[in-house]
């Protein structure tokens, strides 16, 4: 039940905004709690940003952890940040899918999809690719395995571009 609930809100939301982010523009702010204080985006400017909405119920969102894992380990040196931003609306989901969960990113709180609604988020997973200047440079739903491989030349691409 609390998952259609989310579901029903976060289609509200969604239908109430009617820009979608596209390539080239500039990446909206996003200024959230998160596990070890506040996060601003404009704050990672400098830095190629992948940034994923997600929740607890999502299973390819489970799915897609491991491979962020391995992009920031691998690129994170290089200027990579993954951000990924959690839209459970109780918290506690959040947390006990993380126990379960590895993340060695930076994850951001957003019960109330504010984020979800400036970026037009239309499922889950859904990720964006910003720049080093702070425009976006690819926007991708969902995730999978055939999709790794795009994803990773696209974050290279990103990293190679800003330097």
């Known amino acids: 039940m609390r ?27 996003i200024q959230l709690p998160g596990r070890t204080g506040a996060i601003k985006l404009s704050e990672l ?22 491979w962020m894992n391995e992009m920031q380990a ?10 990924a931003v959690n839209l459970d609306q109780k918290p506690e989901d959040a947390a006990n899918f993380l126990q379960q969960t590895k993340a060695d990113f930076l994850i951001a709180l957003d019960p109330t999809g504010q984020s ?15 720049g080093r200047d702070g425009k976006v440079t690819m926007v991708h739903a969902g995730f999978h395995a055939a999709s790794k491989t795009e994803l990773e030349r696209a974050i290279v691409a990103a990293l190679e571009a800003g330097k």
């Not at 992948?50 to 799915?63: H, I, M, R, V």
């Not at 691998?74 to 951000?83: D, E, F, I, M, S």
């Not at 979800?116 to 690719?129: H, I, R």
């Open 3 to 29: 998952h259609s609930v989310f579901t029903l809100a976060l289609a509200s939301v969604i239908c109430a905004s009617s820009l979608a982010i596209e390539v080239g523009q500039s990446a909206p702010e």
């Open 45 to 66: 400017k400098g830095k190629a940003v992948y940034l994923d909405f997600w929740a607890s119920w999502c299973g390819p969102c489970k799915q897609s952890f491991p």
């Open 74 to 83: 691998k690129y994170g040196a290089k200027g990579l940040q993954v951000l």
């Open 116 to 130: 979800a609604q400036k970026y037009n988020v239309k499922g889950m997973p859904s990720s964006l690719l910003i």
